[in-house]
Each structure stands twice: as structure tokens, then as C-alpha cells.
């Protein structure tokens, strides 16, 4: 198996039922067909409303945020996973570092979260990243490693192939301020070589790694053209439509 491009745009919670309908509306019409696929992560009260202008582009996919672990029952306020597939989501992103600061996310939790997405047939996002004191401290290689290892390497060879790794760097979220291209690119190959140590040489070059962290059209090319960034992570410039194609163009 081929890894894949992918950019996919984590809205987090931002836009109105409006204008996150506008949003993907603007995606769909100036999506190129190519083999880059582009994903929208919006909010998911609008998940349902934007399920219908994806499925007007074969390379447009529909993510979730996060989801619960459970199948369901009395979990007020939650959403499962059994509700996202219903509507069409076809990934789902975990332990971003905001879930991981703000809501205590860590490692048991999301390996509960990517067992039962994978067991529903959906693709997990599973995002990792140090903060900046780690990176200072020079321990950033370990941590990450340790993020992935707590959280993913239970799973089986086979199951790992439907998992989609996001490098986020905290200090590079929402900061303008990106790692350079040198940084990420050493950071994905660390992560495919311990994912060759794990899983073999073959699924570690299946495996998709995306960028993640102030990403615009400015600097896309130049992460993407690295060996080992296979895509983006966007959050700032997918909320608009013209920045978020831009970066979808940049492979
Ligand atoms: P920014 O692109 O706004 O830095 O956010 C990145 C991110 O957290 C995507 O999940």
C-alpha cells in the first residue's frame, strides 16, 4: 500500500452553521481532483450539513474533532462513534494537544478512543507533539515517541495500517510560529522509524504523517516537499477557503 497525501482542516470551534456550510461549500467548488485528499474536521454540530457538499467531491472526506469511546448509553452530552459513521465521517482526530491540555486526554484514554474507532471501520488522526520547555530541554524525540507508543502500539499490524499519525508541536500551534522544514522533516522520520521498529519496514512507509502547526500557503510547499511530511494539519488557515486550497495545491 501507497501512503497517502492528505490535507485535512481542523476548524476546532470556530463558524456558525452558516458560515461552516459556506466554508465547505467554498472547499468543494475550488477543490482540484487530484491525489491529495483534503478532509474537513468541523464542529460537530455541523458535521450532518457538511457530510452533503463532501460527497460532491470523490477527494473530499468528512472528520470528527474527537468522539467517545463507548458505543453508547448514558453518556450525557457525548457523541459515539456509531452517530459520526451514521453521518458520513470517515476519520476521526485524536488527542490533539488541546483535547490533551484542556480535557486530561492522555495515553489509556486514547488508546480506548483509537481501539473503538478502528473497530467501526474509521480512520483515527492520532496527533502528537511536544511543548516548547520539551523541545529546549532537547527531549522532544522522546516524548513523541513515548506519545505514540502509550496510545498505539497495542494494535495489531494489520489495524495500525488505518492510522493516520498528525506531528503537532505545541509551541507551533496557533503561534505563526511553524517549524521550519528541517524540524518537521527530523521529527517524521523519527516517528517512521519507530513505527519500522514496531511494525516493519513496509507499513511504516504505508503509514501517512502529517504537519501540524501554523501551516499556510507561504510555507506549505517547502514542509510537504520533505521525504517524510505526507500532508497538513491546518487549523488557522482552513477557515479560509482560499488559504485552506492553496495549501491543498502545495504537493
Ligand atoms: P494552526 O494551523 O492554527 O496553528 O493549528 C494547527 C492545529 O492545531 C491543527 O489541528
Redesign the pocket.
Known amino acids: 500500500m501507497k501512503r497517502q497525501h492528505i490535507v485535512a482542516g ?1 476548524w476546532k470551534m470556530n463558524k456558525s452553521f452558516e458560515e461552516g456550510k459556506d466554508l465547505a461549500e467554498a472547499v468543494a467548488a475550488g477543490l482540484n481532483e487530484s491525489d491529495t485528499i483534503a478532509i474537513l474536521a468541523p464542529p460537530f454540530i455541523h458535521l450532518s450539513a457538511v457530510s452533503m457538499t463532501v460527497q460532491q467531491k470523490l477527494n473530499l472526506k468528512l472528520a470528527a474533532q474527537n468522539c467517545h469511546q463507548e458505543q453508547g448509553g448514558a453518556y450525557t452530552g457525548e457523541i459515539s462513534i456509531d452517530m459520526l459513521k451514521s453521518v458520513g465521517v470517515e476519520y476521526v482526530i485524536l488527542g ?1 494537544s488541546e483535547r490533551r491540555e484542556y480535557f486530561g486526554e492522555e495515553a489509556t484514554l486514547l488508546a480506548k478512543k483509537v481501539d473503538a474507532v478502528l473497530a467501526a471501520g474509521l480512520k483515527p488522526i492520532f496527533c502528537c507533539g511536544e511543548k516548547l520547555p520539551i523541545r529546549e530541554a532537547g527531549t522532544h524525540t522522546e516524548l513523541v515517541s513515548d506519545q505514540i507508543k502509550g496510545a498505539l502500539f497495542h494494535l495489531s499490524a494489520e489495524a495500525f495500517a488505518d492510522v493516520v499519525i498528525a506531528y ?1 508541536p505545541v509551541w ?3 503561534t505563526g510560529v511553524t517549524a521550519s522544514p528541517e524540524q518537521a522533516q527530523e521529527m517524521h522520520a523519527v516517528i517512521r522509524q519507530l513505527v519500522a521498529g514496531q511494525y516493519g519496514a513496509e507499513v511504516a512507509d504505508a503509514t501517512t504523517i502529517l504537519y ?4 499556510k500557503p507561504a510555507n506549505a510547499k517547502e514542509l510537504f516537499s520533505q521525504p517524510d511530511v505526507d500532508g497538513g ?5 482552513s477557515l479560509k477557503p482560499d488559504d485552506f486550497l492553496a495549501i491543498i495545491d502545495s504537493f
Open positions: 481542523n490533539h503537532e507551533a500551534i496557533g501540524g502547526g501554523s501551516v494539519l491546518v487549523g488557522g488557515a
